[in-house]
């Protein structure tokens, strides 16, 4: 199989129909899409490369969902509806039964979110994904991790912690009970885009920044406080707990609530006001949705336990270079 006929039988679907703002998809030059009247183009590129993010073992399909699941939370954490990707895939070999599962996975996920591949690059090398997505949001109204504002309430969606348990329990810590492998493993492979909550979100009034959670939920906060200018208190007992973090030790159980990684769910913002409207955003996209917080003029981040006592913790976000 050369590399045209990988591409004509992976990547260049026959008989799926293009949506009306996809003029062009695979198969020229480029693509060619076209953003609604009045609306900005949103673009996030993520690479996911082998050993540094995913095992060599792990299934093809839970790694073509996860190459575009993380690609289109950071469309939802722009607030921008996706209009399609394109993949760039650096691989050893052509090996025909993964790339259909590959694309079995990849596929299922941008149909169900109606982002169709528009263009790639295939070439051989060591397993590399690299997906660039792009999606429009209406002029104006993106979420800016830089929008926080002294008083807002802060929000977390879902859970926070179990991608990063079911990573501990397949380094065989004693953290995890082996019962809850299977659950977690789900959660860490086939993480969900809070995508339809995103969109709900940025036509809200009052919420004002928004960022998802990849490397954990203090580090990826510390990165809207220091684009804001501001802090924030978080309160402990406030943080949604999976019930497979209730038995862990409380240093455990609070080291995946707050540093966990993986977990692509969205940490927004908003103005007190706007309680009942984020609610409704919440329902409308059935994402539960939690406060656990507000933000400070002071800056920092201050962890509150039970008693509004601050907790001191270390916990830090995830650095590829650090
Ligand atoms: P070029 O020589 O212009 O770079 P290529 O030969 O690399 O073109 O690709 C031919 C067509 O196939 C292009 O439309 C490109 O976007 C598409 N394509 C290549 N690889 C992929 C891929 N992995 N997924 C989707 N489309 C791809
Ligand atoms: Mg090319």
């Not at 969902?65 to 209009?83: E, F, I, Q, W």
């Not at 409704?280 to 006592?309: E, F, H, K, N």
Request: proline share 5%; hydrophobic share 45%.
């Amino acid at each position: 199989m050369g590399e045209f006929e990988l591409i004509r039988r992976h990547f260049q679907r026959s008989g799926v129909r293009l949506p009306p703002d996809v003029m062009l998809g695979v198969g020229d030059d480029g693509a060619l899409l076209r953003p609604a009247r009045g609306h900005e183009l949103a673009i996030s590129t993520d690479m996911l490369v082998q050993d540094r993010h995913f095992f060599a073992t792990v299934d093809a399909a839970a790694l073509g969902h996860k190459a575009l699941a993380v690609n289109l939370s950071d469309l939802a954490a722009m607030g921008a509806r996706p209009l399609g990707f394109t993949l760039a895939l650096a691989l050893p070999h052509a090996d025909d039964a993964w790339l259909t599962a590959f694309a079995r996975g990849l596929f299922a996920l941008a149909d169900s979110h109606a982002c169709p591949l528009v263009g790639g690059d295939t070439t051989r090398g060591p397993l590399n994904i690299c997906i660039t997505v792009f999606g429009q949001v209406l002029a104006g109204r993106a979420l800016r991790r830089s929008a926080a504002r002294d008083g807002d309430d802060v929000y977390v969606s879902g859970r926070t912690g179990e991608a990063r348990l079911a990573l501990e329990h397949q380094r065989g810590t004693a953290w995890a009970s082996p019962a809850s492998g299977a659950d977690l493993r789900q959660r860490l492979e086939w993480p969900t885009p809070r995508n339809a909550l995103g969109v709900a979100l940025a036509a809200v009034n009052g919420v004002h920044a928004a960022i998802d959670l990849s490397d954990g939920l203090v580090g990826d906060l510390g990165h809207v406080l220091a684009a804001s200018g501001v802090g924030a208190d978080i309160e402990l007992a406030a943080l949604p707990v999976a019930p497979a973090l209730a038995a862990l030790p409380p240093a455990e159980r609070l080291e995946c609530l707050l540093a966990g990684g993986d977990d692509y769910e969205l940490l927004f913002t908003a103005h007190p006001a706007a309680r009942d409207a984020v609610q409704a955003a919440s329902r409308t996209s059935a994402t539960p949705v939690t406060r656990i917080g507000r933000i400070t003029a002071g800056l920092g981040i201050r962890l509150l336990d039970a008693q509004g006592q601050p907790h001191s913790v270390r916990v830090q976000g995830f650095d590829h270079f650090a």
